[in-house]
Protein backbone atom coordinates (compact mmCIF):
# COMPACT_ATOMS: atom_id res chain seq x y z
CA UNK A 1 0.00 0.00 0.00
CA UNK A 2 2.04 3.45 -1.01
CA UNK A 3 -0.44 5.21 1.25
CA UNK A 4 3.00 7.93 1.38
CA UNK A 5 1.95 9.03 -2.35
CA UNK A 6 -2.12 9.33 -1.62
CA UNK A 7 -2.22 5.62 -3.46
CA UNK A 8 -5.14 4.50 -1.42
CA UNK A 9 -6.60 2.29 -4.02
CA UNK A 10 -5.16 -1.21 -2.79
CA UNK A 11 -5.14 0.31 0.73
CA UNK A 12 -8.89 0.85 0.23
CA UNK A 13 -9.64 -2.89 -1.52
CA UNK A 14 -7.38 -4.10 1.69
CA UNK A 15 -10.34 -2.48 4.58
CA UNK A 16 -13.04 -3.58 2.44
CA UNK A 17 -11.88 -7.13 2.46
CA UNK A 18 -11.05 -6.64 6.15
CA UNK A 19 -14.61 -5.64 6.73
CA UNK A 20 -15.77 -8.34 4.89
CA UNK A 21 -14.12 -11.33 6.66
CA UNK A 22 -14.90 -9.58 9.96
CA UNK A 23 -11.41 -9.37 10.92
CA UNK A 24 -10.54 -5.54 10.95
CA UNK A 25 -10.42 -5.49 14.64
CA UNK A 26 -7.46 -7.52 14.60
CA UNK A 27 -5.66 -5.77 12.13
CA UNK A 28 -6.21 -2.65 14.11
CA UNK A 29 -4.94 -4.24 17.00
CA UNK A 30 -1.97 -4.78 14.68
CA UNK A 31 -1.65 -1.43 13.29
CA UNK A 32 -1.64 0.23 16.71
CA UNK A 33 1.59 -1.34 18.14
CA UNK A 34 3.25 -0.70 14.80
CA UNK A 35 2.16 2.70 14.54
CA UNK A 36 2.89 3.50 18.52
CA UNK A 37 6.68 1.76 18.72
CA UNK A 38 7.47 4.15 15.58
CA UNK A 39 6.32 7.01 17.53
CA UNK A 40 8.97 9.60 15.57
CA UNK A 41 7.52 8.81 12.34
CA UNK A 42 6.03 11.86 10.55
CA UNK A 43 3.90 9.34 7.83
CA UNK A 44 1.45 9.08 10.60
CA UNK A 45 -0.87 11.74 9.74
CA UNK A 46 -0.94 10.33 6.26
CA UNK A 47 -2.27 6.97 7.83
CA UNK A 48 -4.78 9.19 9.42
CA UNK A 49 -5.81 10.79 6.09
CA UNK A 50 -5.89 7.62 4.74
CA UNK A 51 -8.31 6.25 7.55
CA UNK A 52 -10.22 9.60 7.24
CA UNK A 53 -10.76 9.07 3.83
CA UNK A 54 -12.25 5.79 4.51
CA UNK A 55 -14.73 6.73 7.35
CA UNK A 56 -15.24 10.11 6.16
CA UNK A 57 -14.28 12.03 9.28
CA UNK A 58 -12.50 14.51 7.11
CA UNK A 59 -14.88 17.47 8.96
CA UNK A 60 -13.48 16.05 12.63
CA UNK A 61 -10.39 15.58 11.48
CA UNK A 62 -8.60 17.29 14.67
CA UNK A 63 -11.21 17.44 16.54
CA UNK A 64 -11.68 13.14 17.41
CA UNK A 65 -8.86 13.38 19.76
CA UNK A 66 -8.26 9.18 19.15
CA UNK A 67 -5.83 7.50 16.71
CA UNK A 68 -6.72 6.69 13.56
CA UNK A 69 -6.12 3.07 14.21
CA UNK A 70 -8.50 3.30 17.37
CA UNK A 71 -11.25 4.62 15.67
CA UNK A 72 -10.93 2.55 12.72
CA UNK A 73 -11.44 -0.17 15.29
CA UNK A 74 -15.09 1.38 16.55
CA UNK A 75 -16.65 0.44 12.94
CA UNK A 76 -15.37 -3.23 12.70
CA UNK A 77 -19.04 -4.52 13.14
CA UNK A 78 -20.15 -2.47 9.92
CA UNK A 79 -20.55 -5.08 6.80
CA UNK A 80 -18.57 -2.45 4.04
CA UNK A 81 -17.21 1.20 4.06
CA UNK A 82 -20.76 2.73 3.82
CA UNK A 83 -22.24 1.33 6.97
CA UNK A 84 -18.72 2.09 8.54
CA UNK A 85 -19.07 5.74 7.77
CA UNK A 86 -22.78 5.54 9.03
CA UNK A 87 -21.12 4.15 12.09
CA UNK A 88 -18.88 6.35 12.48
CA UNK A 89 -21.05 9.75 12.14
CA UNK A 90 -23.37 7.86 14.82
CA UNK A 91 -20.52 7.93 17.23
CA UNK A 92 -19.31 10.75 16.65
CA UNK A 93 -22.52 12.62 17.30
CA UNK A 94 -23.07 10.36 20.58
CA UNK A 95 -19.95 11.77 22.00
CA UNK A 96 -20.87 15.29 21.53
CA UNK A 97 -24.42 14.28 23.10
CA UNK A 98 -22.61 12.83 26.11
CA UNK A 99 -19.63 15.39 26.66
CA UNK A 100 -17.14 12.66 26.01
CA UNK A 101 -13.71 14.72 25.67
CA UNK A 102 -12.38 11.93 22.68
CA UNK A 103 -14.00 14.88 20.34
CA UNK A 104 -13.40 18.24 20.79
CA UNK A 105 -15.55 20.69 19.40
CA UNK A 106 -13.04 23.72 19.94
CA UNK A 107 -10.64 22.23 17.09
CA UNK A 108 -14.02 21.89 14.59
CA UNK A 109 -13.55 25.29 11.59
CA UNK A 110 -17.55 25.58 10.88
CA UNK A 111 -16.83 26.07 7.54
CA UNK A 112 -15.57 22.29 7.31
CA UNK A 113 -18.99 21.27 7.89
CA UNK A 114 -21.17 22.49 5.70
CA UNK A 115 -22.46 19.63 3.22
CA UNK A 116 -20.99 17.20 5.34
CA UNK A 117 -22.80 14.31 7.32
CA UNK A 118 -21.46 16.51 10.12
CA UNK A 119 -23.37 19.60 10.25
CA UNK A 120 -25.72 18.19 12.52
CA UNK A 121 -22.96 19.11 14.78
CA UNK A 122 -22.93 23.04 13.75
CA UNK A 123 -25.32 23.82 17.27
CA UNK A 124 -23.01 22.70 19.13
CA UNK A 125 -19.91 24.01 18.09
CA UNK A 126 -21.69 27.32 18.10
CA UNK A 127 -22.77 27.10 21.67
CA UNK A 128 -19.23 26.20 22.83
CA UNK A 129 -17.78 29.38 20.82
CA UNK A 130 -20.39 31.42 22.45
CA UNK A 131 -19.80 30.18 26.20
CA UNK A 132 -16.05 28.55 25.85
CA UNK A 133 -14.07 32.34 26.48
CA UNK A 134 -16.60 33.91 28.73
CA UNK A 135 -15.93 31.48 31.19
CA UNK A 136 -12.29 30.60 30.77
CA UNK A 137 -10.15 31.71 33.50
CA UNK A 138 -6.31 32.48 33.64
CA UNK A 139 -4.37 31.66 37.26
CA UNK A 140 -1.88 33.64 38.63
CA UNK A 141 0.00 33.58 41.46
CA UNK A 142 3.09 35.47 42.92
CA UNK A 143 6.92 33.82 43.02
CA UNK A 144 8.88 34.52 46.20
CA UNK A 145 11.88 32.52 45.35
CA UNK A 146 12.33 35.96 42.69
CA UNK A 147 13.50 39.02 44.13
CA UNK A 148 11.55 40.86 44.26
CA UNK A 149 8.63 38.50 43.82
CA UNK A 150 7.51 38.30 40.33
CA UNK A 151 3.72 37.20 38.80
CA UNK A 152 3.37 34.21 36.87
CA UNK A 153 0.49 33.46 34.97
CA UNK A 154 -1.02 30.25 33.53
CA UNK A 155 -2.44 29.48 30.29
CA UNK A 156 -3.80 25.80 29.93
CA UNK A 157 -7.11 27.20 30.09
CA UNK A 158 -6.84 29.57 27.11
CA UNK A 159 -5.63 26.89 25.66
CA UNK A 160 -8.41 24.78 25.50
CA UNK A 161 -10.70 27.35 23.92
CA UNK A 162 -11.16 27.38 20.03
CA UNK A 163 -10.26 30.98 20.04
CA UNK A 164 -7.22 31.28 23.22
CA UNK A 165 -5.41 28.68 21.54
CA UNK A 166 -5.75 30.74 18.23
CA UNK A 167 -4.81 33.65 20.02
CA UNK A 168 -2.06 31.95 21.90
CA UNK A 169 -0.48 30.20 18.79
CA UNK A 170 -0.28 33.83 17.20
CA UNK A 171 1.96 35.37 20.18
CA UNK A 172 4.18 32.65 19.77
CA UNK A 173 4.33 31.43 23.40
CA UNK A 174 5.95 28.05 24.14
CA UNK A 175 2.91 25.76 24.35
CA UNK A 176 4.81 22.94 25.83
CA UNK A 177 5.20 25.07 29.16
CA UNK A 178 2.23 27.66 29.01
CA UNK A 179 3.05 30.17 31.92
CA UNK A 180 4.28 33.47 31.57
CA UNK A 181 5.40 36.40 33.28
CA UNK A 182 4.08 39.60 33.98
CA UNK A 183 5.80 41.51 30.92
CA UNK A 184 4.70 38.97 28.47
CA UNK A 185 1.40 38.81 29.59
CA UNK A 186 0.52 42.27 29.53
CA UNK A 187 1.33 42.28 25.54
CA UNK A 188 -1.32 39.36 25.42
CA UNK A 189 -3.75 40.89 27.64
CA UNK A 190 -3.69 43.53 24.77
CA UNK A 191 -4.58 41.09 22.32
CA UNK A 192 -7.35 39.13 24.62
CA UNK A 193 -8.58 42.72 24.66
CA UNK A 194 -8.56 43.02 20.68
CA UNK A 195 -10.72 40.29 20.53
CA UNK A 196 -13.08 42.61 22.98
CA UNK A 197 -12.29 40.51 26.01
CA UNK A 198 -12.39 41.87 29.94
CA UNK A 199 -8.76 40.31 30.79
CA UNK A 200 -9.64 41.24 34.10
CA UNK A 201 -12.43 39.26 34.78
CA UNK A 202 -10.40 35.85 33.32
CA UNK A 203 -7.73 36.21 35.83
CA UNK A 204 -7.76 34.16 38.96
CA UNK A 205 -5.40 34.55 41.64
CA UNK A 206 -4.12 31.60 43.47
CA UNK A 207 -1.83 31.60 47.03
CA UNK A 208 2.11 30.89 45.91
CA UNK A 209 1.69 27.05 47.94
CA UNK A 210 -1.83 26.05 45.45
CA UNK A 211 0.01 27.10 42.71
CA UNK A 212 2.35 23.76 41.88
CA UNK A 213 -1.08 21.54 42.35
CA UNK A 214 -3.24 23.46 40.21
CA UNK A 215 -0.72 24.38 37.31
CA UNK A 216 0.45 20.58 37.32
CA UNK A 217 -3.53 19.38 37.26
CA UNK A 218 -3.73 21.58 34.50
CA UNK A 219 -0.93 20.77 32.76
CA UNK A 220 -1.89 16.94 32.86
CA UNK A 221 -5.22 17.26 31.87
CA UNK A 222 -3.84 18.56 28.83
CA UNK A 223 -1.27 16.72 28.04
CA UNK A 224 -3.56 12.92 29.14
CA UNK A 225 -5.03 13.34 25.43
CA UNK A 226 -2.35 14.70 23.03
CA UNK A 227 0.97 12.86 24.70
CA UNK A 228 -1.12 9.47 25.03
CA UNK A 229 -0.78 9.03 21.49
CA UNK A 230 2.28 9.86 19.32
CA UNK A 231 -0.70 9.94 16.21
CA UNK A 232 -2.26 12.56 18.69
CA UNK A 233 0.30 14.49 19.62
CA UNK A 234 2.02 15.47 16.33
CA UNK A 235 -1.80 15.99 15.33
CA UNK A 236 -2.01 18.67 18.01
CA UNK A 237 1.51 20.18 16.87
CA UNK A 238 0.22 19.86 12.85
CA UNK A 239 -3.31 22.05 13.91
CA UNK A 240 -0.96 24.50 15.77
CA UNK A 241 1.36 25.17 13.09
CA UNK A 242 -1.87 25.42 10.57
CA UNK A 243 -2.56 28.06 12.67
CA UNK A 244 0.87 30.02 12.64
CA UNK A 245 0.40 30.17 8.83
CA UNK A 246 -1.90 33.08 9.43
CA UNK A 247 1.12 35.04 11.20
CA UNK A 248 2.21 38.39 10.21
CA UNK A 249 5.69 37.13 10.65
CA UNK A 250 7.25 35.94 7.23
CA UNK A 251 9.39 33.32 8.97
CA UNK A 252 6.90 32.50 11.42
CA UNK A 253 4.57 31.59 8.24
CA UNK A 254 7.94 29.50 6.44
CA UNK A 255 8.38 27.49 9.45
CA UNK A 256 5.33 26.41 10.01
CA UNK A 257 4.76 25.85 5.94
CA UNK A 258 8.31 23.59 6.43
CA UNK A 259 7.18 21.54 8.82
CA UNK A 260 3.50 20.98 6.62
CA UNK A 261 5.17 19.74 3.91
CA UNK A 262 7.14 17.30 6.34
CA UNK A 263 3.95 16.04 8.02
CA UNK A 264 1.97 15.79 4.30
CA UNK A 265 -1.50 15.70 5.42
CA UNK A 266 -4.00 17.29 3.34
CA UNK A 267 -6.32 18.44 6.40
CA UNK A 268 -4.03 21.64 6.60
CA UNK A 269 -4.74 23.12 2.99
CA UNK A 270 -7.43 25.01 3.84
CA UNK A 271 -5.07 27.62 5.52
CA UNK A 272 -2.92 27.83 2.07
CA UNK A 273 -5.02 30.04 -0.23
CA UNK A 274 -4.01 33.44 1.61
CA UNK A 275 0.21 32.40 1.37
CA UNK A 276 -0.69 31.28 -2.68
CA UNK A 277 -2.14 34.27 -3.42
CA UNK A 278 -0.29 36.80 -1.05
CA UNK A 279 3.62 35.87 0.19
CA UNK A 280 6.94 35.53 -1.40
CA UNK A 281 7.89 33.74 -4.33
CA UNK A 282 9.31 30.78 -1.97
CA UNK A 283 6.58 30.33 0.19
CA UNK A 284 3.49 30.12 -2.98
CA UNK A 285 5.96 27.47 -4.52
CA UNK A 286 5.86 25.85 -1.49
CA UNK A 287 3.08 25.96 -0.66
CA UNK A 288 1.52 24.78 -4.18
CA UNK A 289 3.83 21.84 -3.74
CA UNK A 290 1.72 20.74 -0.18
CA UNK A 291 -1.50 20.81 -2.61
CA UNK A 292 0.64 18.52 -5.50
CA UNK A 293 1.76 16.17 -2.62
CA UNK A 294 -1.36 15.71 -1.32
CA UNK A 295 -3.75 15.62 -4.80
CA UNK A 296 -6.12 17.87 -3.25
CA UNK A 297 -8.40 18.29 -6.28
CA UNK A 298 -11.19 20.52 -4.12
CA UNK A 299 -8.26 23.40 -4.86
CA UNK A 300 -8.02 22.75 -8.76
CA UNK A 301 -10.44 25.65 -9.29
CA UNK A 302 -8.03 28.07 -6.88
CA UNK A 303 -5.09 27.15 -8.22
CA UNK A 304 -6.62 27.68 -12.08
CA UNK A 305 -7.68 31.50 -10.91
CA UNK A 306 -3.62 32.08 -9.84
CA UNK A 307 -2.33 30.99 -13.19
CA UNK A 308 -3.14 34.86 -14.72
CA UNK A 309 -2.00 36.15 -11.14
CA UNK A 310 1.61 34.41 -11.36
CA UNK A 311 4.67 34.44 -13.54
CA UNK A 312 7.51 32.81 -14.15
CA UNK A 313 8.25 29.85 -11.85
CA UNK A 314 5.00 30.18 -9.79
CA UNK A 315 3.19 29.98 -12.70
CA UNK A 316 5.08 26.64 -13.79
CA UNK A 317 4.66 24.88 -10.34
CA UNK A 318 0.71 25.78 -10.57
CA UNK A 319 0.74 24.22 -14.21
CA UNK A 320 2.28 20.92 -12.53
CA UNK A 321 0.32 20.65 -9.77
CA UNK A 322 -2.82 21.22 -11.44
CA UNK A 323 -1.58 18.42 -13.83
CA UNK A 324 -0.39 15.90 -11.19
CA UNK A 325 -3.70 16.61 -9.40
CA UNK A 326 -5.69 15.33 -11.86
CA UNK A 327 -4.18 12.84 -13.47
CA UNK A 328 -3.86 11.10 -9.60
CA UNK A 329 -7.60 11.33 -9.69
CA UNK A 330 -8.21 8.94 -11.89
CA UNK A 331 -6.22 6.10 -10.02
CA UNK A 332 -8.54 7.44 -6.71
CA UNK A 333 -10.99 4.22 -5.45
CA UNK A 334 -14.15 4.84 -7.26
CA UNK A 335 -12.12 7.06 -9.87
CA UNK A 336 -12.64 11.27 -10.50
CA UNK A 337 -15.33 12.18 -8.30
CA UNK A 338 -18.08 13.85 -9.80
CA UNK A 339 -18.29 18.03 -9.15
CA UNK A 340 -20.93 18.51 -6.46
CA UNK A 341 -23.41 21.45 -7.12
CA UNK A 342 -23.50 24.29 -5.09
CA UNK A 343 -27.63 24.14 -4.68
CA UNK A 344 -26.89 20.66 -3.05
CA UNK A 345 -27.23 22.28 0.57
CA UNK A 346 -29.63 20.49 2.49
CA UNK A 347 -31.37 21.85 5.63
CA UNK A 348 -30.39 21.13 8.91
CA UNK A 349 -32.73 18.30 10.67
CA UNK A 350 -35.64 19.44 12.12
CA UNK A 351 -35.10 18.00 15.39
CA UNK A 352 -31.64 20.19 15.70
CA UNK A 353 -33.18 23.82 14.31
CA UNK A 354 -34.32 25.22 17.30
CA UNK A 355 -30.63 24.31 18.85
CA UNK A 356 -29.25 25.77 16.14
CA UNK A 357 -31.19 28.92 16.66
CA UNK A 358 -30.60 29.29 20.05
CA UNK A 359 -27.02 28.78 19.67
CA UNK A 360 -26.68 31.72 16.93
CA UNK A 361 -28.64 33.85 19.33
CA UNK A 362 -25.84 33.29 21.90
CA UNK A 363 -22.89 33.90 19.75
CA UNK A 364 -24.51 37.05 17.81
CA UNK A 365 -24.68 38.50 21.21
CA UNK A 366 -20.83 37.08 22.71
CA UNK A 367 -18.44 39.59 23.68
CA UNK A 368 -15.97 38.79 21.07
CA UNK A 369 -16.18 39.73 18.09
CA UNK A 370 -14.47 37.14 16.60
CA UNK A 371 -17.30 34.93 17.96
CA UNK A 372 -19.96 37.04 16.54
CA UNK A 373 -17.90 36.57 12.66
CA UNK A 374 -18.16 32.65 13.71
CA UNK A 375 -21.74 33.04 14.20
CA UNK A 376 -21.95 35.12 10.35
CA UNK A 377 -20.10 32.32 8.57
CA UNK A 378 -22.23 29.76 10.46
CA UNK A 379 -25.13 30.94 8.92
CA UNK A 380 -24.57 29.76 5.52
CA UNK A 381 -23.24 26.19 6.63
CA UNK A 382 -26.95 25.15 6.72
CA UNK A 383 -30.48 26.07 5.78
CA UNK A 384 -32.68 27.33 8.30
CA UNK A 385 -35.40 29.83 7.48
CA UNK A 386 -35.41 33.04 9.18
CA UNK A 387 -31.48 33.46 9.35
CA UNK A 388 -31.56 36.62 7.59
CA UNK A 389 -32.75 38.18 10.78
CA UNK A 390 -29.43 37.32 12.53
CA UNK A 391 -27.40 38.65 9.56
CA UNK A 392 -29.49 41.88 9.80
CA UNK A 393 -29.22 42.43 13.33
CA UNK A 394 -25.04 41.94 12.74
CA UNK A 395 -25.37 45.08 10.37
CA UNK A 396 -24.99 47.02 13.26
CA UNK A 397 -22.17 45.57 15.31
CA UNK A 398 -19.89 48.17 16.48
CA UNK A 399 -16.85 45.89 14.71
CA UNK A 400 -16.64 47.08 10.93
CA UNK A 401 -14.80 43.12 10.65
CA UNK A 402 -18.23 41.83 11.46
CA UNK A 403 -20.28 44.15 9.48
CA UNK A 404 -17.82 43.23 6.58
CA UNK A 405 -18.59 39.45 7.40
CA UNK A 406 -21.95 40.16 7.25
CA UNK A 407 -21.90 41.10 3.69
CA UNK A 408 -19.81 38.39 2.66
CA UNK A 409 -22.33 35.83 4.25
CA UNK A 410 -25.31 37.67 2.29
CA UNK A 411 -23.81 35.82 -1.17
CA UNK A 412 -25.29 32.55 0.22
CA UNK A 413 -28.88 33.95 0.55
CA UNK A 414 -31.02 34.35 -2.11
CA UNK A 415 -31.33 37.81 -3.54
CA UNK A 416 -34.65 38.79 -1.88
CA UNK A 417 -33.79 38.06 1.39
CA UNK A 418 -30.07 39.78 0.62
CA UNK A 419 -31.74 43.20 -0.66
CA UNK A 420 -32.35 44.63 3.23
CA UNK A 421 -28.65 43.55 4.75
CA UNK A 422 -26.73 45.05 1.25
CA UNK A 423 -28.71 48.57 1.95
CA UNK A 424 -28.06 48.50 5.27
CA UNK A 425 -24.12 48.30 4.29
CA UNK A 426 -24.58 51.10 1.55
CA UNK A 427 -25.50 53.43 4.22
CA UNK A 428 -22.45 52.27 6.53
CA UNK A 429 -20.31 54.99 8.16
CA UNK A 430 -16.98 52.74 7.48
CA UNK A 431 -15.96 53.51 3.83
CA UNK A 432 -14.69 49.80 3.90
CA UNK A 433 -18.33 48.07 4.23
CA UNK A 434 -19.69 50.51 1.98
CA UNK A 435 -17.25 49.65 -0.81
CA UNK A 436 -17.99 45.96 -0.10
CA UNK A 437 -21.78 46.60 -0.39
CA UNK A 438 -21.58 48.37 -3.57
CA UNK A 439 -19.44 45.54 -4.71
CA UNK A 440 -22.44 42.89 -3.88
CA UNK A 441 -24.77 44.81 -5.17
CA UNK A 442 -23.42 45.52 -8.38
CA UNK A 443 -22.70 41.89 -8.97
CA UNK A 444 -25.74 40.49 -7.98
CA UNK A 445 -28.06 43.23 -9.38
CA UNK A 446 -28.95 45.10 -12.23
CA UNK A 447 -28.71 49.30 -11.94
CA UNK A 448 -32.38 48.71 -12.64
CA UNK A 449 -33.07 46.95 -9.76
CA UNK A 450 -32.19 49.77 -7.50
Not at 244 to 269: I, P
Amino acid sequence: MDIDRGDYVSAFSCLDNLLMEGTLKEFTQRLGRILEWDGSSLSQLKIRDCIADYLDFGPVYFALLRPSYEILGWVAGASDRGEAQSLLAEIVIQLVEDGNFSLDLSFIEIDVLTETRYVVLVPYVLTKRAKELGSCRILYSPNSTDNPPKMRYCLVDLLRTHYGRKILTAFKFDTDYPVLGKSEFQKLGEALQSFSLDVGSMLVEVTENEWPKLVTERMQHLESYYKSSSELWLLYKTYLEMIRLGSDVENERRNALQFLLSVGTKHCNDALPSIIANDSRTMRINAIGLLQQTHDINKVDFLCEQISKSQDSVKMSIYKAISTIESAQYFMPGGIPPPVPKESKKPLPSELTERYREALDQLTRATSSAARIDAVRSLSAVQVPGVESYLCRLMHDEDYRVRLAVLEASLELPRDQAVKIIRIGLRDEDPAVEKKAMMIMDERWPDSYW
